[in-house]
């Protein structure tokens, strides 16, 4: 079977699946790649705009995607991630079912449905609405309420080419500000500085009643009005000693910082409570906490050799033989 998989272009999934593009099994298709052109790529917005569409629904959407239907003919298996779906109609889902080959259609959802992530809101309809062959997710909780296929943990690519960053850190955090998170993100900050904590916080995204209150970069917390390339997060995961995992209010299931902790031989303090129940939880490695009193600053601070024993458990490779198995491939 011929599998093509569709991302947004310039989104953080890209490197998630990283195992599974170079390993050239499947074709990866770019929604909102620049063209050369600006005229071109102002037209696309335009034509592609939600606001305008909002106002009045502007034909012919699909016309930007011709080349992804070039792709597909016998035995095709076509993926959408979630952040895709959210920029896509139904009858574009529609035409591509309708294509006069045997297509299977298929997403894969690493987020949680009841979390935070914005786009979630515009893909749901195109994930209830659409006759899909098959609906695989990352969380437990929306398999079984939904009756998705569980994926497993099959969803980060170990980089092993990037170098530490030159600041070293004890604890590190990166995330946006989902569901009001950076006010605890800044209580925990102030906690980590009376403990002698060295930080290094990265907080994307900083809204205007944070502005507000006058809060500039200090010692270990950087504002972002913009997402921070991923090599650079990961560069500095691995001059950090322990990763912070603030999971938002309603998500059930690990973010990213559990497969960097594991990928990385890093500790992780974490807010989830479900992290006891994950493969790779080590309770000399990883710390639950619920308030900042429950967390052991001087353990965060603590140097000493971690290794999780990874072997590639968490890399997408292992989509492919999941789906051969539920379509019956031989």
């Known amino acids: 079977m011929k599998y093509i998989m569709i991302w947004p272009y310039g989104w953080f999934d890209y490197y ?3 195992d599974l593009i170079t390993s050239k099994k499947i074709i990866p298709y770019l929604l909102k790649m620049p063209y050369k052109s600006k005229v071109v790529n ?3 917005r335009v034509h592609q705009s939600r606001k305008i569409n909002k106002l009045i629904s502007l034909p012919y959407k699909e016309i930007w995607y011709s080349s992804l239907f070039k792709l597909i003919d016998k035995d095709t298996c076509v993926m959408f991630d979630t952040g895709a779906l959210s920029m896509v109609s139904l009858d574009f889902l529609k035409k591509i079912q309708s294509s006069g080959f045997n297509t299977k259609m298929v997403i894969i959802i690493a987020d949680s449905l009841h979390g935070s992530s914005e786009h979630i809101p515009r893909a749901i309809p195109n994930i ?7 609906i695989l997710s990352y969380d437990k909780n929306d398999c079984k309420e939904y009756g998705f296929k569980y994926l497993g943990a099959t969803i980060y690519s170990k980089m092993n080419d990037i170098t530490p960053a030159a600041n070293q850190s004890d604890l590190y955090f990166i995330g946006r500000n989902k569901a009001g998170r950076n006010k605890s993100v800044m209580q925990l900050y102030k906690q980590c500085q009376e403990a002698g904590v060295k930080t290094n916080f990265d907080l994307v995204d900083v809204p205007k009643n944070l502005e507000k209150m006058h809060l500039k970069n200090q010692a270990g917390l950087n504002f972002h009005a913009k997402d921070l390339p991923y090599e650079n997060v990961v560069s500095n ?3 950090a000693n322990c990763i912070l995992e603030m999971v938002a209010k309603g998500q059930n299931v690990q973010t990213a910082r559990y497969y960097e902790a594991v990928c990385y031989n890093k500790k992780l303090l974490t807010n989830n409570p479900n992290i006891k129940e994950l493969s790779f939880y080590n309770p000399k490695y990883m710390q639950h906490f619920e308030s900042v009193e429950d967390i052991d600053f001087e353990w965060v601070k603590k140097r000493e050799l971690i290794d999780y024993h990874y072997n590639n458990e968490f890399s997408p490779n292992h ?4 789906l051969e198995e539920l379509f019956a491939i031989h």
Do not use: E, T
Request: overall charge positive; aromatic content about 24%.
């Open 16 to 18: 998630m699946y990283q």
């Open 319 to 322: 989509i492919l033989g999941k």
């Open 128 to 134: 209830f609405g659409f006759p899909w062959d098959a």
């Open 42 to 44: 102002f037209v696309r």
């Open 237 to 239: 995961i691995l001059s």
